[in-house]
């Protein structure tokens, strides 16, 4: 039996769609209840971040509850910067108690890129140490060999980033990552497809899922900032060009015919298993972009 | 060695304003190497604190100075006695080690630091001192071609780079090397990949039980019976 409608879908065949909310700073979350609503029925799961870039906001377990309260399939994402092995596990007993069975395990951005530079870094363990203390507490166990009450079970992903343009240790990670119990990958942006061709040659012969990361941009300015300032960002020239090139004021609709483009190309050439759609704070616009794109829920028939 | 760097002079005026007669002490080894605190920072920052006084016109210290081979080793400190007997304070420009033995050693007297003790380190150039080694208390340098990611990497993770990494630097800035890709580097050109592969577990903190000591298990004849 799978353990998650997202693994269902997973291992549909399907070419998936999720997405992330990246969760309030502060305590009004009407705004992301709005966003839930809006998302829940149109894509195969929603992230929720952590603490995106290191910025301190509401919880991305508080996320997952609130996409689990309105109907919708929540990927907990989960990084090693801020818990010590003792919390890790103390929220993932929580997350499963509740409902939420999908986690993405990532290492997190430093603090240094955050907006509490001053705080202490934990990374207690990292992304591939995430991966193996789940399945060892899957097994009835927890990280010290104790026995646990009742054991999680969950379908766990991670991220790798096909761009870098130093692939070889990426790789090596990936591998990691995939003897680690990886079932699924959302990846960091791609623009190039033929780089996401060229992992998707070496991932093709492991047993997991890719879904490829697609970050919609607004403006040439805001790619160069994320280029600068942003980790694991990397847009190409042409792309900020072409972004630059669009006329005032439709720089947002530009970015979305890029995402749209990507997207297509991907689900064409039946390139990986799905697209995971980053809107970095814009997720209102993405129900737009599942429709140029013709993917999606709805699309799915 | 240990790296550190002298405190501001203003932090170093407020530190020792409340005593009169202050007792500058500084330590011949790291410091003198590191330039944070050997004779000769003593002497300069002896004559800074002069200067800023007259200029301040309202403090009257007097200051000794003084330099002894190695602050954090009891053996060096009793010659001290008669120099800390006339003072008011020390200021130690020895490491965060050297200010606590000398306050262990000498308990009725304030001791003040006069640096802020960084890290473990070598000297890259002159003048550049880089971390090298965090004192993790479980080595793995031999898996990672000598070159610690707990240290070097941002984060300190074992199983490889984090999507930070651009262009072999890290996401925190262009100028640091990203630790795990000198490592793949290394171990490629040692043909030694493999160890690059194999997955290490979380890392043991009860190696660090803070405060740490260790007892030496050499035979170590202390000859007492011969004077």
Known sequence: MAKSLFEERLNSGKFLVTTEIGPPKGTDISEMVHHIELLKDKVDAINVTDHQSSVMRFPSLGGCLLVREHGGEPVFQMTTRDRNRLALQA???LAYSRGIRNVLCLTGDSVDVGDHKEAKPVFDLDSVQLLRMIRIMESGKDLAGN????????????SVHPATDSIEPQLIKFDKKVEAGAQFFQTQGVYDLDCLRRFMQYASQFNVKILAGIIVLASARMAQYMNDNVPGIVVPQAVIDELAGAEKGKGLQKGIEIAVRLMKMIKDENLCHGVHIMAVGREGIVPEI???????????? | MIVAEQKPLEEIRRLIAPYEKVLILGCGTCMTVCGAGGEREVSLLHSALRVAQTRGGD???????Y???RQCDFEFLDMLEDRVGEVDAILSLGCGIGVQVIAERFPDIPVLPGVNTS?????????????????CGDCMLAETGGICPITRCVKGILNGPCAGSKSGKCEVSSDIDCAWVLIYERLERLGQLEKMRRYYPPRNFRTIPRPRRIVSKADIDLGGNDG
């Open chain 1, 91 to 93: 929220d993932l007993l």
């Open chain 1, 147 to 158: 026995d646990l009450k009742g054991a999680p079970e969950f379908c766990i992903g991670a």
């Open chain 1, 290 to 301: 599942l429709e140029a794109a013709g993917v999606g829920i709805g699309a799915h028939v």
């Open chain 2, 59 to 65: 403090e009257a210290h007097n200051f000794l100075e």
């Open chain 2, 67 to 69: 330099t002894v081979k």
């Open chain 2, 119 to 135: 890290f473990m380190g070598a000297s890259k150039e002159w003048g550049v001192w880089d971390e090298r080694c965090a004192a």
